[in-house]
C-alpha cells in the first residue's frame, strides 16, 4: 500500500516521469560522487538515482516512510536511510575524508529556507544541491537588486553559492496536488565568497535590518548601525531602499559596521 501524505510533514509526492527524468538529468551524476537526498517521500527520485550512483545516503523525517523506503528499496546495497529532521541533521557526518557531498531534495514548502540555511553551515564539505522548492522562493533566491523578489534571502543564498534557476515544476506533477508552481534550482557553493566580508554574522544582521522594513530608505533602515553619512563614506547613495542594493555594497555596509570602534 502507499503511503499516505502527511500534511504535518508537508508532503507533496512527486509522480510526474518527465519531470523525474529531467531533475535526474539535471544532476550531472559522475562516477564515484557521493549523494545525499533530503526527504525521499515515496522514493521517486530515490530510485533512479540508486540506478546511477555509487553509494546515495537518504535523510528522511517520517518514520513510517523510513520503514516503508526500506523495505522498497531492500535489495540495494548502496543505499543508507537515516531516521533524522533535516534541520539538526549533521551532514558533514556523511563526509568524514574531505569528500564532497552532492545534495538533492524535494525540499518541504514549511522548512525549506531554514534548512537551505542550516546547509549553507556545512558548505565545505557540499560540492553542489538540486532542490525543487516552491517557485517564489527559486525566484527570490535567484533574484538581482532593483526587483521585488530581491531580498534577504537573495543576498546570502548568493554569498554562499552561485544559483541558477533551471525549470519549473507544476501542481499536476504532484500527490497531493499543492497550490503552488515548483521550479527546479541548482545551488553551488563557491569556492572563494564572491565578496570580503570580515563577519558573516554582521552582514546577516545588516541585511535582515536593511530589509526588516523594505520601504525605508538606508538612512532610516540602518540608523542603529551607521549613520547617514558613514553610509554615504562608503559611496552608496543612502537615499536608496534595500532592494536596489547590491552584494557587493552590502558586503561594504557590513564590514563598516563590524570595524567601528566599540565604545564602553
Given at each position: ?205 545588516v541585511v535582515t ?9 538606508l538612512r532610516n ?11 554615504i563614506d562608503l ?30
Amino acid at each position: 500500500m502507499a503511503h499516505q501524505a502527511r500534511k504535518r510533514f508537508g508532503q507533496n509526492f512527486l509522480h510526474d516521469q518527465n519531470i523525474i527524468n529531467n531533475i535526474i538529468g539535471s544532476a550531472m551524476i559522475r562516477d564515484g560522487e557521493n549523494w545525499v537526498e533530503i526527504g525521499a517521500g515515496q522514493g521517486a527520485l530515490t530510485e533512479p538515482l540508486l540506478k546511477k550512483v555509487q553509494h546515495l545516503d537518504v535523510v528522511e523525517l517520517d518514520r513510517d516512510l523510513v520503514t516503508w523506503l526500506e523495505h522498497k528499496f531492500s535489495s540495494y546495497t548502496n543505499l543508507k536511510i537515516y531516521s533524522a529532521d533535516a534541520l539538526r541533521f549533521d551532514f558533514s557526518s556523511l563526509a568524514p575524508n574531505g569528500e564532497k557531498l552532492h545534495v538533492i531534495g524535494n525540499l518541504p514548502y514549511n522548512i525549506s529556507t531554514p534548512l537551505m540555511f542550516h546547509l549553507l553551515e556545512t558548505t565545505d564539505c557540499i560540492a553542489d544541491m538540486l532542490f525543487m522548492l516552491q517557485k517564489e522562493v527559486v525566484n527570490r533566491i535567484c533574484a538581482q537588486p532593483n526587483g521585488n523578489s530581491y531580498g534577504r534571502l537573495s543576498v546570502m543564498m548568493q554569498y554562499y553559492c552561485a544559483t541558477e534557476w533551471l525549470f519549473d515544476v507544476p501542481p499536476e506533477s504532484f500527490n497531493p496536488v499543492p497550490q503552488v508552481m515548483s521550479a527546479i534550482v541548482r545551488l553551488v557553493p563557491h569556492s572563494k565568497p564572491p565578496v570580503e566580508v570580515d563577519d558573516v554574522k554582521i552582514l546577516g544582521q545588516v541585511v535582515t535590518e536593511a530589509f526588516s522594513q523594505r520601504r525605508k530608505t538606508l538612512r532610516n533602515s540602518l540608523k542603529k548601525s551607521l549613520s547617514e553619512n558613514e553610509i554615504i563614506d562608503l559611496g552608496i547613495d543612502a537615499n536608496l531602499r534595500a532592494e536596489n542594493i547590491s552584494l557587493e555594497e552590502f558586503a561594504k555596509l557590513a564590514n563598516a559596521v563590524s570595524r567601528k570602534p566599540i565604545i564602553d
